[in-house]
């Protein structure tokens, strides 16, 4: 077995640090993307379902929410829906859009056509890659 060294000083790694919350699940799915997150010096918070994702995004602020797609109590296109409508609720111009990116196993064209409809701005395919997930981050 080989492990994947992340380098966090690495030019090609990610541009700024971002505040990111993670919502999955799945505990050692959460683990993991945590783990590779703060390696690489971001800041991370963790949601366990859609519904809690929506109740930290009304309170926090974060650049980017990396979503996993099947979740019980809130699927992932629910919650997303539902932070689309808090963000054009309290859209000012100091507000930015938050960056949504799917995480899911779905990688169907129709499944990707009804990810962007929701409101994601992108997704990865499980299992993600880390540089992958660099690229996608850095946009």
């Known amino acids: ?16 640090q971002l505040n990111i919350l993670v919502v999955d699940d799945d505990a050692i ?43 019980p109590v809130m699927d992932g296109v629910t919650a997303t829906i539902e932070i689309r409508k808090i963000e054009a609720e309290r859209k000012t111009e100091a507000c930015q859009r938050v960056k949504i990116i799917a995480i899911t196993a779905n990688s169907c064209e129709d499944d990707r056509v009804e ?3 929701a409101g994601m701005d992108h997704y990865m395919n499980k299992p993600f890659q880390i540089d992958e997930l660099q690229r996608l981050l850095n946009l």
């Open 115 to 117: 990810f962007i409809a």
């Open 1 to 16: 077995m080989t492990e994947t060294i992340i380098n966090a000083n690495d030019p090609n790694g990610f541009k700024k």
């Open 29 to 71: 799915n959460l683990h993991l993307i945590k783990t590779i997150l703060v390696r690489f010096g971001q800041k991370v918070d963790l949601a366990r379902d859609g519904a809690l994702a929506v109740a930290k995004f009304t309170d926090n602020f974060y650049d980017v929410i990396l979503m996993d797609i099947m979740m």
